[in-house]
Protein backbone atom coordinates (compact mmCIF):
# COMPACT_ATOMS: atom_id res chain seq x y z
CA UNK A 1 0.00 0.00 0.00
CA UNK A 2 3.10 2.15 1.18
CA UNK A 3 4.34 1.39 -2.29
CA UNK A 4 1.18 2.64 -4.61
CA UNK A 5 0.91 6.13 -2.38
CA UNK A 6 4.59 6.70 -3.31
CA UNK A 7 4.20 6.19 -6.71
CA UNK A 8 0.62 7.82 -7.29
CA UNK A 9 2.42 11.06 -5.43
CA UNK A 10 5.37 10.71 -7.67
CA UNK A 11 3.24 11.05 -10.45
CA UNK A 12 1.29 13.51 -9.25
CA UNK A 13 4.72 15.70 -9.21
CA UNK A 14 5.86 15.06 -12.32
CA UNK A 15 2.46 15.18 -14.21
CA UNK A 16 2.62 18.72 -13.44
CA UNK A 17 6.22 19.63 -14.11
CA UNK A 18 6.64 21.76 -17.79
CA UNK A 19 7.86 20.19 -20.70
CA UNK A 20 10.97 21.23 -21.65
CA UNK A 21 10.70 22.49 -25.33
CA UNK A 22 7.09 23.46 -24.96
CA UNK A 23 6.27 26.90 -26.99
CA UNK A 24 4.90 29.18 -23.88
CA UNK A 25 2.85 30.47 -26.32
CA UNK A 26 1.05 27.45 -27.74
CA UNK A 27 0.26 26.81 -23.72
CA UNK A 28 -1.00 30.65 -23.08
CA UNK A 29 -3.25 30.73 -25.70
CA UNK A 30 -4.80 26.76 -25.83
CA UNK A 31 -5.52 28.22 -22.04
CA UNK A 32 -7.22 30.70 -23.17
CA UNK A 33 -8.55 29.64 -26.56
CA UNK A 34 -11.90 27.03 -24.40
CA UNK A 35 -12.76 30.61 -23.58
CA UNK A 36 -13.08 31.78 -27.33
CA UNK A 37 -16.92 31.34 -28.69
CA UNK A 38 -17.79 30.90 -32.29
CA UNK A 39 -21.00 31.27 -34.18
CA UNK A 40 -21.95 30.82 -37.59
CA UNK A 41 -24.68 33.25 -39.69
CA UNK A 42 -26.51 29.96 -41.24
CA UNK A 43 -28.36 32.78 -43.67
CA UNK A 44 -24.99 34.13 -44.99
CA UNK A 45 -22.15 32.15 -44.09
CA UNK A 46 -20.61 34.51 -41.22
CA UNK A 47 -17.89 33.04 -38.95
CA UNK A 48 -17.80 35.27 -35.61
CA UNK A 49 -15.24 34.46 -33.39
CA UNK A 50 -14.57 36.80 -30.18
CA UNK A 51 -13.30 36.55 -26.78
CA UNK A 52 -15.77 36.70 -23.69
CA UNK A 53 -17.65 40.05 -23.11
CA UNK A 54 -15.29 41.23 -20.19
CA UNK A 55 -14.77 44.57 -19.09
CA UNK A 56 -12.67 46.02 -20.11
CA UNK A 57 -11.73 44.74 -23.39
CA UNK A 58 -13.76 42.66 -25.69
CA UNK A 59 -11.74 41.00 -29.22
CA UNK A 60 -14.21 40.06 -31.98
CA UNK A 61 -13.17 38.74 -35.41
CA UNK A 62 -15.25 38.56 -38.12
CA UNK A 63 -14.77 35.97 -41.49
CA UNK A 64 -17.19 36.62 -44.40
CA UNK A 65 -16.87 35.69 -47.77
CA UNK A 66 -12.91 35.04 -47.25
CA UNK A 67 -12.53 38.25 -45.97
CA UNK A 68 -11.55 38.32 -42.12
CA UNK A 69 -11.80 41.45 -39.91
CA UNK A 70 -10.90 42.47 -36.25
CA UNK A 71 -12.72 44.60 -33.69
CA UNK A 72 -12.04 45.68 -30.35
CA UNK A 73 -14.55 46.81 -27.66
CA UNK A 74 -13.22 48.96 -24.93
CA UNK A 75 -14.82 50.19 -22.06
CA UNK A 76 -13.94 52.80 -19.27
CA UNK A 77 -15.76 54.18 -16.07
CA UNK A 78 -15.89 57.91 -15.97
CA UNK A 79 -16.73 60.28 -13.26
CA UNK A 80 -19.12 62.37 -15.83
CA UNK A 81 -21.48 61.41 -18.97
CA UNK A 82 -18.62 63.59 -21.16
CA UNK A 83 -18.24 62.13 -24.51
CA UNK A 84 -15.51 62.97 -27.30
CA UNK A 85 -12.93 61.53 -29.79
CA UNK A 86 -9.81 59.62 -29.42
CA UNK A 87 -9.05 56.08 -28.35
CA UNK A 88 -5.35 55.14 -27.16
CA UNK A 89 -4.32 51.65 -25.84
CA UNK A 90 -0.87 51.49 -24.21
CA UNK A 91 1.11 48.12 -24.92
CA UNK A 92 3.79 46.39 -22.54
CA UNK A 93 6.43 47.00 -25.14
CA UNK A 94 5.88 51.00 -25.16
CA UNK A 95 4.22 51.07 -28.53
CA UNK A 96 0.54 52.07 -28.72
CA UNK A 97 -2.67 52.03 -30.92
CA UNK A 98 -4.22 55.53 -31.75
CA UNK A 99 -7.36 56.03 -32.79
CA UNK A 100 -7.40 59.90 -32.88
CA UNK A 101 -10.75 60.45 -33.94
CA UNK A 102 -12.68 57.90 -32.89
CA UNK A 103 -15.99 58.73 -30.83
CA UNK A 104 -16.82 57.73 -27.72
CA UNK A 105 -20.16 56.99 -25.93
CA UNK A 106 -21.75 56.82 -22.96
CA UNK A 107 -24.46 54.76 -21.15
CA UNK A 108 -25.40 54.40 -17.46
CA UNK A 109 -24.47 50.91 -16.30
CA UNK A 110 -26.56 48.93 -13.47
CA UNK A 111 -24.19 50.54 -10.60
CA UNK A 112 -25.54 53.31 -11.80
CA UNK A 113 -21.68 54.67 -13.24
CA UNK A 114 -21.32 55.98 -16.42
CA UNK A 115 -19.17 53.37 -18.72
CA UNK A 116 -17.61 55.09 -21.87
CA UNK A 117 -16.99 52.90 -24.59
CA UNK A 118 -15.24 52.74 -28.13
CA UNK A 119 -15.84 50.08 -31.20
CA UNK A 120 -13.02 50.40 -33.56
CA UNK A 121 -11.99 48.24 -36.21
CA UNK A 122 -8.19 47.10 -36.07
CA UNK A 123 -5.67 45.59 -38.54
CA UNK A 124 -4.67 42.25 -38.58
CA UNK A 125 -0.86 43.98 -38.01
CA UNK A 126 -2.50 45.65 -34.81
CA UNK A 127 -3.84 42.32 -33.79
CA UNK A 128 -0.36 40.90 -34.00
CA UNK A 129 0.78 43.22 -32.29
CA UNK A 130 -1.72 42.70 -29.26
CA UNK A 131 -0.98 38.91 -29.52
CA UNK A 132 2.59 39.86 -28.88
CA UNK A 133 2.49 42.61 -26.45
CA UNK A 134 0.14 42.58 -23.29
CA UNK A 135 -1.86 45.80 -23.22
CA UNK A 136 -1.50 48.05 -19.90
CA UNK A 137 -3.86 50.80 -20.53
CA UNK A 138 -6.88 52.70 -22.20
CA UNK A 139 -7.83 55.73 -22.38
CA UNK A 140 -11.34 56.69 -24.22
CA UNK A 141 -11.71 60.48 -24.56
CA UNK A 142 -10.47 61.91 -21.35
CA UNK A 143 -11.13 58.77 -18.86
CA UNK A 144 -8.20 56.17 -18.29
CA UNK A 145 -8.29 52.58 -17.38
CA UNK A 146 -5.46 50.92 -16.36
CA UNK A 147 -5.78 47.01 -17.14
CA UNK A 148 -4.42 44.43 -14.68
CA UNK A 149 -4.25 40.96 -16.56
CA UNK A 150 -3.14 41.95 -19.51
CA UNK A 151 -1.86 38.77 -19.78
CA UNK A 152 -5.27 36.76 -20.67
CA UNK A 153 -6.00 39.79 -23.55
CA UNK A 154 -2.82 38.55 -25.40
CA UNK A 155 -3.83 35.07 -24.91
CA UNK A 156 -6.83 35.84 -26.48
CA UNK A 157 -5.54 37.90 -29.51
CA UNK A 158 -3.21 34.65 -30.28
CA UNK A 159 -6.43 32.46 -30.32
CA UNK A 160 -8.33 34.92 -32.57
CA UNK A 161 -5.56 34.91 -34.83
CA UNK A 162 -4.91 31.01 -34.91
CA UNK A 163 -8.03 30.09 -35.52
Do not use: W
Not at 3 to 18: D, K, R
Amino acid sequence: MKNSIAIFTAFLSFSFLPVFGQNDTVLVSATYCKDIKTEKDKFNGKVSMSSPILEPIHLIKETSKGKTVYYLRLSVIGSTPSIGEGVTILLDNGKKIVRAKEETDVSVNSDAKFDHTAFISITKVEMQLLSKSKITDIRLYIFDESIKDGERFKGYANCLLSN
